[in-house]
């Protein structure tokens, strides 16, 4: 590895466009350092799908020299699901997409953010299949290897983006979270990972504001968070759902004061079942360390997170997405698509739904409301914030998920036993974050998450930036002999 990707590889996104800034790199430079370190270590981690390292070499040659680019001439990936970039490939993890290779014909409003902040996109960070399972293992690209533990998943949707920022390929990445896509690959890749509230960031032009996914990114540190959250905040033309605008910057929250804060733990699951024990310790760990730093924390959660009712609903507006996603691929393709061209799961999910009335869609549409405000009701009584772990499980062995034909539905029950903490957050509306605050022994991460009322990004990125002085994770880095 030449001397700059190796200086470069864990310097994160601020840093480097400092660099830029500064005179000391060219974007250029930058870029091929980030292309030199994906040269070397993707074969091993497959995280990235299409790439288009010359035409980002352009891009970096002809950047303006512009004050109001913030990242100008950081590398940076996106994510290879829902991100449109006018003529270049997207296949949403989906094999017939990926044969067909057919170029975008237009720029979705997130991705021109990235674009004017000066953010240099050279590729594509793999996904399941419509990002409809938490790990990243797609039949049309092959499973994206956990840079931690090469025998473990890197966590999905977003586990192409995770895995790339965890390797030090990129410091940020484009990432989705639908059910916990965000939240469930920081865990497992040691990162950060904010899900913002529903109608913080723009879905436009094709997206819908209401549905369960937000979009966003993982990094390795907070700052970036917040600065890329500045970046691509706010609404666009024809949004249904708006979140209330921020009084500042979200990179002024950075070492703000929280003030003490009610702060509520769940160490177990809200359903019956059993969790990882390094999951239950971690919270318990997490909860004593923001005691000690003056906040209240009690053995307290919302009651209806414990409504078992959820899942089927969940599961049923989930199923719905697959069936969209399906009729979105045989237009794209122009043809009717088959079995064949899909991943057995995703198919039964969109079977299901097909057989489904348009009357059950909308009482499940109307129950979740009713699931809403029962959970958003906790934080408007006074608590502040609540803490879970991420995920139920240590990142899972790779091929955990695999599709079974005696049982094709086998891949989402293991994902309700893996991510029971997560999706109620996507239904609630609410911003949740995932932080690298547990490690086992063999050092593999251990993410918890922290939630917030609906709207408070502030108040999130306020505390994770403490917890990020009071449990440091920046030394933390991948063994190098297991990315070789």
């Known amino acids: 590895m ?38 070397q270590l ?36 996106l994510k290879d699901l829902h991100a449109a970039m006018k003529g270049l490939p997207l296949s949403n993890g989906n094999k017939a997409m990926k044969a ?24 594509r960070g793999n996904s399941p299949e419509f990002g409809s399972v938490p790990t990243t293992e797609p039949e049309a690209w092959g499973p994206t290897r956990n840079p931690w533990d090469t025998n473990r998943m890197a966590g999905g949707s977003s586990g192409g983006s995770a895995a790339a920022v965890a390797a030090g390929i990129v410091p940020a990445a484009h990432a989705t979270d639908g059910g916990g896509s965000v939240r469930i690959p920081a865990a497992c890749c040691g990162l950060v990972g904010l ?49 209330p605008p921020p009084t500042r910057p979200y990179l002024e929250e950075i070492g703000a004061p929280t003030g003490k804060l009610r702060i509520g733990f769940l160490d177990h699951r809200p359903v019956p079942g059993d969790i990882d024990p390094e999951c239950a310790e971690g919270v318990r760990i997490v909860a004593k360390v923001l005691e000690d730093l003056g906040h209240h924390v009690d053995a307290a959660w919302p009651q209806a997170l414990e409504d078992q009712s959820f899942a089927p609903k969940f599961t049923s507006l989930w199923s719905t997405n697959m069936s969209v996603a399906r009729e979105g691929v045989a237009a794209l393709l122009g043809r009717e698509v088959t079995k064949e061209d899909f991943e057995l799961v995703n198919w039964t999910m969109a079977e299901y739904s097909k057989r489904a009335s348009a009357t059950d869609y909308a009482n499940a549409i109307l129950s979740t409301s009713h699931y809403r405000r029962a959970v958003q009701q906790w934080w408007a009584d006074g608590w ?24 094709p539905m086998k891949p989402m029950k293991v994902a309700a036993d893996f991510v029971p903490f997560t999706p109620a957050f996507n239904t ?5 974050i995932s932080l690298p605050l547990h490690w086992t022994a063999e050092g593999v991460p251990v993410g918890m998450q922290l939630v917030a009322a609906y709207g408070r990004e502030d108040l999130l990125i306020r505390l994770a930036s403490q917890l990020e002085v009071a449990m440091p994770w920046a030394h933390r880095r991948p063994v190098a002999s297991q990315l070789k």
Do not use: C
């Open 195 to 243: 899900k913002v509230s529903q109608g913080r960031i723009t879905a436009a032009p094709l997206r819908d504001e209401t549905n369960l996914g937000v979009e966003h990114v993982v990094s390795r540190t907070v700052r970036d968070t917040a600065l890329l959250l500045d970046i691509v905040e706010g609404p666009a033309v024809g949004d249904r759902v708006i979140a």
């Open 384 to 407: 502040d914030i609540l803490l879970t772990p991420t995920a139920a499980r240590v990142p899972l062995p790779i091929g955990s998920f695999d599709n079974d034909p005696n049982d």
């Open 100 to 123: 067909a290779a057919l170029n975008s014909n237009y720029t979705a409003e997130i991705v021109q953010r990235f674009i004017n902040a000066g953010l240099v996109i050279f590729g």
């Open 42 to 77: 993707n074969p091993t981690i497959n995280a990235l799908t299409f790439t288009w390292f010359d035409k980002a070499r352009d891009i970096a040659r002809n950047l303006p020299t512009n004050s109001a680019m913030p990242l100008r001439g950081v590398p940076f990936i």
């Open 2 to 39: 030449s001397s700059l990707a190796h200086d470069t590889q864990w310097v994160d996104a601020i840093d480097q466009a400092e660099l830029v800034r500064s005179g000391k790199v060219t974007p250029v430079e930058l870029l091929d350092a980030a292309i030199e370190r994906a040269e």
């Open 428 to 432: 609630s509306g609410q911003p949740a």
